[in-house]
């Protein structure tokens, strides 16, 4: 059965208490220098396939936030094609770089052998990472970016099952060695459960007739590739604007899949625990779903005091935390928008650790 979290707990975490440290931001330069690199890669993509293979979103403002310099510890949870990985190595760091996608690990660690002495590179799900951290000896560490979304290569590889622009097997796992996969769901959940998945991981408006009608299919037709969803999808369902009829529904097998929403409350859980002081979590989201779950994540770590009508007054917050250093989230300058047309939907949110001892 598919659960689908229809809440967020307004406590989500446990605290974690240790030393206060300022952390400075990297200046002009750096930001400079990583839109000569983003302008650089976009302009050798049809050069390289590995160019070609992802090109990082929000790259200056990563490095603003995330400040890699020499002696810094960070952690991208998210390696995928290397590209945020490459730009805090070349900035002096030490990364480790986490994926659950053993074809994107490959890749990474091909184009990151020049910095192979200050890379680690660790296989599995970013939830897990307190875990996969200590296993190769690490406590805490200074930052830790995700970037939350389906990478280029994956949307372009048939194979994956992420996109119905090329006809594949319905796959759309992240991790191609475990779990159910979208053809799973589509075939053998209930109608309740199709329903409950496209309305709330897709927003589907015309999530009831679209589960009832999956359902009457597959009694006569399993569904086995994308294009036989897909194309059934556009039978039922009329063309309105530039979306294709079945973007929100392939969006919400993919985060069911994935787990995705649950994987990032995770993440969000255990994060100050892997964090030294003043070390920062910085988020990259692509979609409203996952974007509300970071702001009020973010927002109520950050407050000191909680208030309820109910109370004579307001009382110390216990999931107190981190200092919100975005109180609006970053998003793509008009200069990346015209190279990389991916990071319009990209948002930034950071936050960074405090010290709770000093206050």
């Given at each position: 059965?598919?659960?689908?979290?229809?809440?967020?707990?307004?406590?989500?975490?446990?605290?974690?208490?240790?030393?206060?440290?300022?952390?400075?931001?990297?200046?002009?330069?750096?930001?400079?220098?990583?839109?000569?690199?983003?302008?650089?890669?976009?302009?050798?993509?049809?050069?390289?396939?590995?160019?070609?293979?992802?090109?990082?979103?929000?790259?200056?403002?990563?490095?603003?936030?995330?400040?890699?310099?020499?002696?810094?510890?960070?952690?991208?949870?998210?390696?995928?094609?290397?590209?945020?990985t490459e730009a805090m190595l070349s900035a002096g760091a030490h990364v480790i770089g986490i994926d659950q996608d053993e074809q994107a690990l490959h890749h990474a660690k091909a184009r990151l052998v020049p910095f192979e002495d200050r890379f680690t590179s660790l296989q599995g799900n970013f939830s897990?990472?307190?875990?996969?951290?200590?296993?190769?000896?690490?406590?805490?560490?200074?930052?830790?970016?995700?970037?939350?979304?389906?990478?280029?290569?994956?949307?372009?590889?048939?194979?994956?099952?992420?996109?119905?622009?090329?006809?594949?097997?319905?796959?759309?796992?992240?991790?191609?060695?475990?779990?159910?996969?979208?053809?799973?769901?589509?075939?053998?959940?209930?109608?309740?459960?199709?329903?409950?998945?496209?309305?709330?991981?897709?927003?589907?408006?015309?999530?009831?007739?679209?589960?009832?009608?999956?359902?009457?299919?597959?009694?006569?037709?399993?569904?086995?590739?994308?294009?036989?969803?897909?194309?059934?999808?556009?039978?039922?369902?009329?063309?309105?604007?530039?979306?294709?009829?079945?973007?929100?529904?392939?969006?919400?097998?993919?985060?069911?899949?994935?787990?995705?929403?649950?994987?990032?409350?995770?993440?969000?859980?255990?994060?100050?625990?892997?964090?030294?002081?003043?070390?920062?979590?910085?988020?990259?989201?692509?979609?409203?779903?996952?974007?509300r779950i970071v702001k009020q994540f973010f927002k109520h770590a950050s407050q000191p005091e909680i208030d309820r009508k109910e109370w004579s007054e307001a009382r110390p917050n216990p999931d107190y935390c981190y200092k919100l250093l975005t109180r609006r989230p970053i998003t793509a300058s008009d200069?990346?928008?015209?190279?990389?047309?991916?990071?319009?939907?990209?948002?930034?949110?950071?936050?960074?650790?405090?010290?709770?001892?000093?206050?």
């Amino acid at each position: 059965m598919i659960y689908v979290d229809k809440q967020t707990p307004t406590s989500l975490f446990t605290q974690q208490e240790g030393a206060c440290a300022e952390v400075g931001m990297t200046g002009a330069s750096s930001r400079a220098s990583a839109v000569t690199l983003l302008k650089h890669k976009s302009m050798k993509a049809t050069e390289s396939s590995q160019s070609d293979y992802h090109t990082p979103v929000l790259l200056s403002e990563v490095l603003q936030y995330m400040a890699p310099v020499k002696g810094k510890v960070l952690v991208d949870g998210t390696l995928g094609g290397g590209g945020h990985t490459e730009a805090m190595l070349s900035a002096g760091a030490h990364v480790i770089g986490i994926d659950q996608d053993e074809q994107a690990l490959h890749h990474a660690k091909a184009r990151l052998v020049p910095f192979e002495d200050r890379f680690t590179s660790l296989q599995g799900n970013f939830s897990d990472m307190p875990a996969l951290l200590n296993e190769a000896g690490y406590d805490q560490v200074d930052g830790i970016l995700v970037d939350i979304g389906v990478s280029s290569w994956q949307l372009d590889e048939a194979d994956r099952g992420f996109s119905f622009g090329k006809d594949g097997p319905l796959d759309m796992r992240m991790d191609r060695g475990s779990g159910q996969t979208a053809a799973d769901l589509v075939n053998y959940a209930s109608e309740e459960e199709l329903r409950t998945i496209f309305f709330e991981y897709g927003e589907e408006r015309a999530s009831r007739k679209i589960a009832s009608r999956i359902v009457e299919h597959r009694e006569t037709k399993l569904f086995v590739t994308t294009l036989d969803l897909a194309d059934f999808i556009s039978s039922i369902i009329p063309r309105g604007g530039k979306s294709h009829p079945a973007t929100r529904i392939f969006q919400a097998l993919r985060i069911a899949v994935n787990d995705e929403l649950g994987v990032l409350k995770e993440l969000l859980i255990r994060a100050s625990s892997m964090l030294r002081p003043g070390g920062r979590l910085g988020v990259i989201t692509f979609h409203s779903l996952e974007d509300r779950i970071v702001k009020q994540f973010f927002k109520h770590a950050s407050q000191p005091e909680i208030d309820r009508k109910e109370w004579s007054e307001a009382r110390p917050n216990p999931d107190y935390c981190y200092k919100l250093l975005t109180r609006r989230p970053i998003t793509a300058s008009d200069e990346e928008l015209k190279i990389n047309r991916r990071s319009r939907s990209a948002k930034l949110r950071v936050v960074e650790k405090i010290n709770l001892q000093t206050l």
